[in-house]
């Protein structure tokens, strides 16, 4: 069965810096897809960005982008310019190719500090 | 247009009742997904529909669980006998298809206590 773990339970990043929120997973798959979702205190998952695993480029948009090392089924989330509306969880989640869930981590919070 | 929407927002109820939550997908996706979160985990998979027809129930965790969807839109998910355990917030998802990696899309959950 696939796992995701997400090692840093919370991080916290000044307004207009840089964070790193790390994800690894397991899997004997080679069709997959990699997501990242934010949860504010609304509780509404919402897509922050996604990776397929057989696209080399690592995905981008806007101020996040993802850090995709396949060989080493790592897959972290980079936000630039951190700002307060990124406060939230954060969630790394891994869907195979061939079947229809997704599978979570247990999330990362962020906070964002003046 | 409208996202996912899930009623109602709330819900407390006692040890032993019966429970129905509604779940509405975004127009047109004929995918659909319930997910369990209880406190400090991330979703756990419950049950996908394609259609009407529910294709994979691999993660209803007893018979006390079930789920229809019986004109391929909205969704109810029905807990009888309620348990203190069952205490969490059950997000509905939709996406056009299920295949490859077709993004999900979450409604804001159903918070569920049972006293």
């Known amino acids: 069965a696939q796992t995701v773990t997400q090692s840093q339970p919370e991080m916290s990043v000044q307004e207009a810096e840089t964070v790193t929120l790390s994800c690894t997973y397991d899997?004997?798959?080679?069709?997959?897809?990699l997501f990242w979702y934010k949860q504010p205190p609304s509780r509404q998952m919402i897509l922050v960005i996604r990776?397929?695993?057989?696209?080399?480029q690592n995905a981008t948009e806007n101020r996040f982008s993802v850090n995709f090392q396949k060989a080493a089924k790592s897959f972290s989330l980079k936000i630039s310019d951190s700002q307060l509306g990124d406060a939230a969880m954060y969630f790394c989640?891994?869907?195979?190719?061939?079947?229809?869930?997704?599978?979570f981590g247990t999330g990362t919070r962020l906070q964002v500090t003046l | 247009g409208a996202g996912v929407s899930q009623t109602p927002s709330n819900k407390v109820t006692e040890k032993g009742k019966y429970v129905e939550l509604r779940c509405d997908p975004i127009?047109?996706?004929?995918?659909l997904y319930w997910y369990r979160q209880s406190l400090g985990q991330g979703p756990e998979f419950l049950i996908y529909?394609?259609?009407?027809?529910?294709?994979?129930d691999s993660g209803l965790p007893n018979d006390r669980f079930f789920a229809v969807r019986p004109e391929g839109s909205v969704s109810t998910l029905k807990i009888q006998r309620t348990e203190r355990g069952d205490s969490a917030v059950y997000l509905c998802?939709?996406?056009?298809?299920?295949?490859?990696?077709?993004?999900?899309?979450f409604g804001p959950g159903t918070r569920l206590l049972v006293l």
């Open positions: 127009s047109g996706h004929t995918a």
């Open positions: 899997t004997s798959e080679s069709d997959y897809y």
């Open positions: 990776q397929e695993a057989y696209k080399q």
């Open positions: 529909f394609q259609g009407t027809g529910a294709a994979d």
């Open positions: 998802a939709s996406s056009p298809t299920r295949r490859g990696g077709a993004t999900q899309y």
């Open positions: 989640a891994y869907k195979s190719g061939t079947a229809s869930k997704l599978t």
